[in-house]
């Protein structure tokens, strides 16, 4: 998928999210008194569908209880109830939602959370921090310029609705991006994602798209489980184990194009589906550039891979077919117990 059908896919998606909005109302919230609410919650209490509310500067720390059956009830700082709210900071280094605290248990609220059934939730420029689920969404969203910090998960997602997050940064979560079940697909774009254990982890959903961010440290950069998508234009820096892997249950086909992968024990890992690329160059990776296992399979032409020790490609388990054209590269690599096709 080249750069220019991503960004008619983000538009459209982006687009279908204000769809149907009429005339809305505007609810400031102020630390200061000086708005018409203090307290975030208070004032999506007030709001209707389509509202738009301006948060000023400040940390804000109310915990409100919601249920969510058959289960207990689960408590959030913020608690989303209104179809196609759109909730503003007035800068995301300035307005603050979470603990003071790390969440270093792994509990504890969630920071902004959507109801079932809700959908068209618009967020921006605003950080939530030290929670479990930093931001916790069960329907369409677009999530910009925001900022995800100390949190298990920064965005999770689940059930209906597609999510776009642009413009935002994850750091120092558990999962910068969890994006699972029934959710119809997902769009990253210039997102930075630093010192994440699984930086974005896509599972059984219709669609994972990144592209333009990039990727400091953690385990695992972009991870497509059973999940067909692309990733292009990204770099990825000491990403421990792998910077994009293809894996679960099913045979996904994973674009990866014009990707920079600097550092970290492997590249690209498959171990089940098909990842097909070009116009990659893995660089300094310290096991293999290209790791094979299980049931996958890779297809690439036009790459770069130089590794600073192990090897260009390695395949881990016997009868894997793997095709591989490999430029500018070391002329060895370690097929061991399996299949090793060089493309003509």
């Not at 759109?86 to 959507?114: C, F, S, Y």
């Not at 079940?181 to 994602?193: K, P």
């Not at 090897?311 to 016997?318: E, G, K, M, S, W």
Request: hydrophobic fraction near 40%; glycine fraction near 14%; charge should be negative.
């Amino acid at each position: 998928m080249k750069a220019g059908a991503l960004f008619l896919l983000v538009g459209v998606l982006i687009s279908t999210l204000h769809a149907g909005v009429g005339s809305a109302a505007t609810i400031r919230v102020e630390k200061d008194g000086s708005g018409d609410f203090t307290v975030i919650q208070d004032a999506i209490g007030a709001a209707q569908d389509g509202d738009t509310i301006l948060i000023g500067p400040g940390n804000y720390r109310h915990v409100t209880p919601y249920d969510l059956p058959p289960g207990p009830p689960i408590r959030a700082f913020v608690t989303v109830d209104k179809n196609d709210l759109t909730i503003r900071g007035t800068h995301r280094d300035d307005v603050v939602i979470g603990a003071t605290v790390p969440n270093v248990e792994g509990q504890g609220p969630k920071g902004l959370a959507m109801r079932p059934n809700v959908t068209g939730l618009v967020v921006e420029n605003l950080t939530v921090e030290n929670t479990r689920d930093g931001f916790y969404l069960l329907g369409e969203t677009h999530l910009s310029n925001v900022v995800a910090r100390g949190n298990v998960y920064g965005v999770h997602a689940s059930r209906e609705g597609g999510i776009t997050i642009s413009d935002s940064v994850f750091e120092l979560n558990d999962d910068g991006v969890f994006i699972r079940g029934d959710s119809s697909g997902a769009v990253l774009r210039h997102c930075t994602f630093s010192s994440s254990a699984g930086s974005v982890r896509f599972s059984s959903i219709l669609y994972g798209v990144v592209f333009e961010s990039s990727f400091v440290g953690g385990i695992i950069g972009v991870s497509f489980g059973s999940t067909p998508g692309t990733v292009a234009g990204c770099h990825f820096t000491d990403v421990l184990n792998a910077s994009v892997t293809t894996g679960g249950v099913s045979s996904p086909v994973v674009e990866a194009h014009d990707n920079v992968i600097v550092g970290g024990m492997g590249g690209f890992w498959s171990s089940a589906g098909v990842l097909r690329g070009s116009g990659n160059s893995i660089l300094g990776t310290t096991y293999a550039g290209i790791l094979v296992s299980t049931g996958g399979s890779v297809v690439l032409s036009d790459n770069d891979i130089i590794p600073q020790a192990g090897h260009a490609a390695r395949v881990d388990i016997q009868f894997v077919p793997m095709t591989l054209d490999i430029w500018n590269s070391p002329d060895y690599m370690d097929t061991s117990g399996g299949s090793f096709i060089a493309a003509s």
